[in-house]
């Protein structure tokens, strides 16, 4: 199985009234190629911290980053924003979509800045609509960001991480601002693109989204100090309960 990523030794410290902040401490990862990965762990751990340095939108203090054979701790700054931009996918609590323009504009978006990208623009529109068909979505191509639902919103997100086949997507909170109803809908949507082949590590404080996950990992005062090993979901209700129970059970053994 092909590693898609990996740190060696990460560190990420903040200095903070002249004050040092080991916000992560010697992180050494590995997530293979078609994982699903959830990251857990209390408030101020370094989830998101996490998953900034390893994305390259964070700079780490200390050790290695390698993603899909490049250490993106080494990179230069243009390289690095190409690396997100092409081999990588997005989706964020918050969706951060342009407000000037339209769903279907806002997912293709990153096509069209991608200097990979020789399509025409109507090429990389209709790519645009085939994902928003694929999530259900393909009739607010046209609206505004404001005339759409929270869940709708976020499956737009979800297209536009997937607008440049990323070798990977990296999700943070991803259903943190929607009702159960339109989470279930998300994630389902998110293990639709596992079960496809793409590779996602998922930071979450919900056991109902990493259960649906194939590992977890847990984040305590910067260190990974648990790994749950949790298997392909199969999406059956019944199974979905078992996999809560025992990854809650598991979750209290480690502090929860």
């Known amino acids: 199985m092909n590693t898609v990523l990996q740190t060696k030794g990460l560190c990420k410290t903040y200095i903070v009234n002249k004050r040092q902040n080991n916000v992560l401490k010697n992180i050494d990862l590995t997530i293979n190629e078609g994982e699903m ?63 000037n323009l339209s769903v279907l504009d806002n997912i293709i978006l990153p096509a069209v800045k991608s200097k990979k990208n020789s399509e025409s623009r109507k090429q990389t529109a209709e790519r645009g609509r085939a994902l928003m068909h694929r ?47 339109s989470s279930d809908e998300v994630m389902n949507e998110l293990i639709s693109l596992n079960n496809d082949g793409t590779t996602i590590m998922c930071v979450t404080h919900d056991p109902k989204v990493a259960a649906k996950c194939s590992r977890v990992l847990y984040i305590m005062d910067g260190g990974i100090c648990g790994e749950k090993e949790m298997g392909h979901f199969g999406g059956s209700e019944q199974e979905l309960r078992s996999r809560e129970r025992d990854l809650n059970n598991w979750l209290m053994e480690q502090g929860w």
């Open 135 to 181: 999530l259900g979505i393909d009739d607010v191509g046209g609206n505004d960001i404001n005339e759409v639902s929270g869940g709708q919103l976020q499956r737009a997100c979800i297209a536009r991480s997937m607008i440049n086949s990323p070798k990977m997507i990296f999700a943070d909170e991803p259903t943190g601002a929607l009702n159960r109803s």
């Open 37 to 99: 990965v959830a990251i857990m762990g209390p408030s101020g751990s370094g989830k998101s911290t996490l998953l900034y340095c390893v994305s390259g939108m964070d700079r780490v203090t200390a050790g290695e980053v390698i993603f899909n054979g490049k250490n993106t701790a080494k990179l230069p700054e243009k390289e690095l924003a190409r690396l997100r931009l092409d081999e990588m996918g997005f989706i964020f609590q918050q969706m951060y979509m342009m407000k």
